[in-house]
């Protein structure tokens, strides 16, 4: 299962498995995440699903749709998650 993201700031410096994954905390209005990949592998950081207090479907990411991934490339600048309205997360 994905690691959960459980501070404003987080870095993997492991992540040695291209299946390796977190999931971010339920999307509410106000909150920012940074993830910073420093592994080997580029990794996958899924929105919370609704069993995991996500909005109802699941929480969305960008217009990747609810519950699906966004790419956090390895070695590179970090994603930097904002949320403006409850169970919708956006990156910069």
């Known amino acids: 299962g994905a690691t959960p993201i459980l501070a404003s ?29 420093h592994g080997v592998q580029n990794m996958a950081v899924y929105p919370a699903a609704q069993a995991q207090g996500g909005a109802v479907g699941g ?3 960008n217009t990747l749709g609810q519950n699906n991934p966004l790419t956090a490339v390895s070695n590179t600048t970090p994603a930097i998650f904002y ?10």
């Open 9 to 37: 700031q987080v870095g993997f410096a492991t992540v040695a498995n291209a299946g390796d994954a977190a999931v971010l905390p339920p999307a509410k209005a106000g909150m920012q995440v940074d993830v910073i990949n």
């Open 59 to 61: 929480d969305q990411i």
């Open 83 to 92: 949320c403006l309205t409850d169970g919708q997360w956006w990156t910069k």
